[in-house]
Structure formats: structure tokens, C-alpha cells
Nanobody
Framework: VQLQASGGGLVQTGGSLRLSCAIS????????MGWYRQVPGKQRELVAD???????NYAPSVKGRFTISGDIVEGTVNLQMDSLKPEDTAVYYC????????????WGQGTLVTVSS
């Protein structure tokens, strides 16, 4: 099973980027899809996730600027990032969580987002 992420790149402050991720084999028991990010020397942190029924969750630092969307059945998740700031610079990872009976996390390979000031 692989997660293929795309859409990272270099953008100026205030610009926009859209990240996309797809799982190679959708599972019936995916409970959450999301995006995390990590900068060198820091722990990976949740940016946003999407659960069944369309429930979304955002980190306070991105609320109002980022929008997560996707289709759990198809196994695709997107992250629209607007009003980007230099502090958004990080490697972004998509994540799919299976559960509740068989719990497993799948991670994408990471895509670099760089926001220049």
C-alpha cells in the first residue's frame, strides 16, 4: 500500500498551494485522513484531518487559511493552503488511519512546502 502525495513547492508569502494525496488501495475502514507537517528539530504536528461524516479538525495556526477536503471511500485527500506564511514552511505528510478494529497508520513520502518572505 502506498500513499502518493503531490503539490508542494516554493511560494511567496500570501500565496497559495494545493496538496493532494491518494492511497493506492482504498480500505473500507479508513476512519481519518489528514495532513501533518514537520520541520527539522521539531516533532511532526497535525495540520488538519477529515473524518467520516465530513468532520474536520484544524491546528489553530492554520484555521481560516487552510481547507481540507477529500473522499474517504475513494481514498483521496487534499489540502488547500491560502495566505501562506514563512512559518508554514515544512515537509508535509499525508496520513490515513484505519480502525477501530484493525488500527494502522499509512504515511505518504512527504512533500516540501517553502514559503519565502
Amino acid at each position: 500500500v502506498q500513499l502518493q502525495a503531490s503539490g508542494g513547492g516554493l511560494v511567496q508569502t500570501g500565496g497559495s498551494l494545493r496538496l493532494s494525496c491518494a492511497i493506492s488501495r482504498p480500505f473500507y475502514d479508513i476512519i481519518t485522513m489528514g495532513w501533518y507537517r514537520q520541520v527539522p528539530g521539531k516533532q511532526r504536528e497535525l495540520v488538519a484531518d477529515l473524518s467520516g461524516g465530513g468532520r474536520t479538525n484544524y491546528a489553530p495556526s492554520v484555521k481560516g487559511r487552510f481547507t481540507i477536503s477529500g473522499d474517504i471511500v475513494e481514498g483521496t485527500v487534499n489540502l488547500q493552503m491560502d495566505s501562506l506564511k514563512p512559518e508554514d514552511t515544512a515537509v508535509y505528510y499525508c496520513n490515513f488511519k484505519r480502525g477501530p478494529v484493525y488500527r494502522y497508520d499509512y504515511w505518504g513520502q512527504g512533500t516540501l512546502v517553502t514559503v519565502s518572505s
